[in-house]
């Protein structure tokens, strides 16, 4: 099972600049996890302080029980070992041909033979579709195979955590496509926990198990996908949509007048520069048939119908909505049930999200997760509706 | 690879926080050199690259500097009616002092610049961030071998000039000058001694370590953007030379000290 990323209250700014502050989440061990955020929100920056190439001011990342902020030098180097990063552009070494930047960190941290790190670096070539390109220099390739080799050396080593900066910008759709389904693979047959780092809507809304989303220096929420997928907050839609009206604008921040001439445009029919409504929750990438099933999903799904009372009423929906029949009868829910629990503040057992379940797995299996719950955004006045804010305790904290 | 968070400001204090993270490398350095493995093959590589960018333009300047010193010497000797004592001017000057700096100039401009360049360019591609997440250390596996090549460069092209500053300095004075080729031999040992050899190879071997880590630290960090390494590598050399004057110049004043000249 991969390793667990705990993450919190992380804060990082260059001299004056902040670039975000007091980002507190949790990678659940063997889940595919995403960040979403516009460009220059500071995601590579994250994904850099998270395995100690940056110093953030305050905070910790733990992993293993190891704090990368604050460990020495040698433990550093040790934890890294578990990390696989794909780095914006591959960041292959230029000196080196494909095949000797594939075997590198076998060959530094492993004392195999030349014919058994042969036999593991075409393996991983031929699994990222690099098989015949062994000879080639970085220089020479075009940057998605660039990018596929960056991950197959990200691979060599069997890492738990698999970091990806960007794994699909400069890639067409179908190659994205081929790339999120080979990391949805290795999830199923490593169990290793990922996180990537896109502002790719269609990677984010059909490959993890989690999303996230960084904006204005700060985290807007992170939780289970149908979270993101189903909220209201009005970046996270216009982000989903690819729209103008809305928060997000060209430069970093956007002040209410330009908002306003926006919608005041919008209201008289000029177009907003999306092409359909993507929000709602689509079915997940499944592994390629023939590959053992994925861990992570039975461990999650155990975990999110743990915290299921706790989500907002939409993402309820969408998660009840996916589960079949038969896992809805085990779990104890139903569709459409949810308008009349989301007011009880401690669900009954005849509500749709019961507050003891009985998962499917031994609890030790199931990931304890310190705070495990999402990451809402922070209460906004909400005129009119007044709806619940969804503050209801998590079970075993109310008392029963 | 970190960025200070300090919040003390006054001014110089940048200048301050830079040289102090260049002494750092340089322990890091001077530590990475002792631990294993050692990277030959990068040492090797590097070794003759160095080399074959310097060689060439090191004795092309080494054969104009060597005349230049033995006429000013030899015209100079020759009015104070010192024409004995010509080679041995020529000698202490060149191996003293014109060789190393001249090995200094070149390792600098041409060795440094290319590891800065070199160095840069793998910063600026995410090489360098690449590897330290791979577990492993990038001052270790790629500037250790640098600077020990840089300094093995430098020790030899100091050999080198000092070889060819002597004989260029014999063929002009011999030549040009109407000397006599005996003198000119005869008087080596009369002011020269060998601590002179030693210190202008120590002196290589400093000057070496010093160009080698002034042009790794800028190119561990270059300044953003794409003009970035190219700003880096015109600083690493600009202030390796400034470094190397200033060293030159204490290490003289120790070795004049330290060490009782021949005749007193
Ligand atoms: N080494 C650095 N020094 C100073 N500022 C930096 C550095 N790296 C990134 N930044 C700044 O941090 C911000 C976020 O950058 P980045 O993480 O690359 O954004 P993105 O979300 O597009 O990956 C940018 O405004 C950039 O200028
Ligand atoms: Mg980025």
New interface residues.
């Given amino acids: 099972m991969g390793a667990e990323v705990v993450i919190e209250g992380l804060t990082k700014?260059?001299g004056k600049q902040a670039i975000w502050r007091d980002v507190t989440l949790t990678l659940p061990p063997g889940e595919v996890s995403v960040m979403l955020g516009p460009s220059g929100t500071g995601k590579s920056v994250f994904l850099?302080s998270m395995?100690g190439?940056?110093?953030p001011?305050r905070g910790k990342c733990v992993v293993n029980g190891v704090d990368i902020v604050q460990c020495s030098e040698h433990k550093l180097?040790?934890t890294?070992?578990l990390?696989g990063?794909l780095?914006?552009?591959g960041?292959?070494?230029?000196s080196m041909n494909l095949y000797d930047n594939v075997a590198?960190?076998l060959r530094?941290?492993t004392k195999k033979s030349e014919t058994e790190i042969r036999k593991i670096v075409l393996e991983k070539l031929e699994m990222t579709g690099l098989k015949g390109a062994e000879t080639k220099l970085p220089g020479e390739i075009s940057g998605g195979m660039r990018k596929r080799a960056?991950l197959a050396?990200a691979l060599v080593?069997d890492p738990e955590i698999i970091l990806c900066d960007e794994p699909d910008s400069g890639l067409d759709p179908v190659r994205t496509a081929y790339l999120s389904q080979l990391l949805i693979d290795l999830n199923a047959q490593i169990d290793a926990t990922i996180l990537i780092v896109t502002h790719n809507i269609n990677v984010a809304r059909t490959v993890p198990d989690n999303i996230g989303m960084l904006f204005r220096k700060e985290l807007v929420m992170f939780g289970p996908r149908e979270v993101l997928l189903t909220s209201d907050e009005p970046v996270v839609e216009q982000f989903l949509n690819g729209r103008r009206i809305g928060p997000i604008g060209m430069s970093e921040e956007k002040d209410s007048a330009q908002m306003a001439m926006e919608q005041e445009m919008a209201d008289a029919g000029h177009h907003d520069g999306s092409t359909e409504d993507v929000r709602g929750v689509v079915p997940q990438l499944q592994p390629t048939p023939g590959l053992p099933e994925r861990q992570g999903v039975r461990r999650r799904k155990d975990r999110v119908m743990k915290i299921l009372h706790t989500l907002p009423p939409a993402a309820q929906e969408g998660i009840i909505e996916s589960l079949t029949p038969e896992e809805q009868r085990r779990y104890g829910v139903q569709p459409h049930a949810y308008a009349g629990a989301q007011h009880a503040t401690r669900p009954v057992a005849s509500g749709s999200t019961p507050s003891r379940h009985s998962g499917e797995l031994p609890t030790e299996n199931i990931a304890q997760l310190p705070d495990s719950g999402w990451n809402g955004p922070a209460p906004r006045p909400q005129p009119g509706t007044g709806g619940p804010r969804h503050q209801s305790p998590r079970p075993g904290q109310g008392g029963a | 690879m970190t960025a200070g968070a300090s919040t003390a400001r006054f001014p110089g204090i940048g200048m301050l926080r830079e040289t102090g993270k260049l002494f750092a490398l340089g322990l890091d350095v001077g530590r990475g050199i002792f631990q294993r493995p050692f990277q030959l093959r990068e040492f090797i590589q590097q070794s003759w690259f160095i080399a074959s960018v310097t060689i060439l333009p090191t004795a092309l300047v080494a054969i104009p500097f060597g005349a230049v010193i033995s006429l000013q010497f030899g015209s100079l000797a020759r009015q104070l009616g010192a024409q004995s004592y010509t080679g041995a001017g020529s000698v202490l000057a060149t191996v003293q002092q014109a060789s190393p700096l001249v090995t200094a100039l070149l390792v600098a401009g041409a060795g440094g610049s290319a590891i800065c360049a070199d160095i840069g360019a793998r910063t600026i591609r995410e090489e360098i961030d690449a590897m330290e997440v791979l577990g492993v250390s990038a001052v270790q596996r790629l500037i250790v071998p640098r600077v020990l090549a840089c300094m093995l460069v430098a020790l030899l092209l100091n050999g080198m000039v000092s070889v060819i500053g002597v004989l260029g300095g014999y063929f002009f004075n011999v030549v040009l000058q109407d000397g006599t080729p005996g003198a000119y031999l005869a008087s080596f040992s009369a002011l020269a001694q060998l601590p002179d050899l030693w210190v202008g190879e120590i002196k290589a071997l400093i000057f070496g370590f010093i160009a080698a880590v002034v042009a790794s630290y800028r190119g561990l960090h270059p300044p953003p953007g794409p003009k970035g390494v190219g700003d880096a590598v015109n600083q690493s050399v600009v202030i390796t030379f400034l470094l190397l004057f200033v060293v030159n110049f204490v290490i003289t004043l120790i070795y004049l000290q330290i060490v009782p000249t021949k005749l007193g």
């Fill in positions: 700014s260059f850099k395995i190439l940056l110093k001011d180097y040790e890294r070992k990390f990063v780095f914006q552009d960041a292959l070494f230029g590198f960190p530094e941290h960056g050396r080593l």
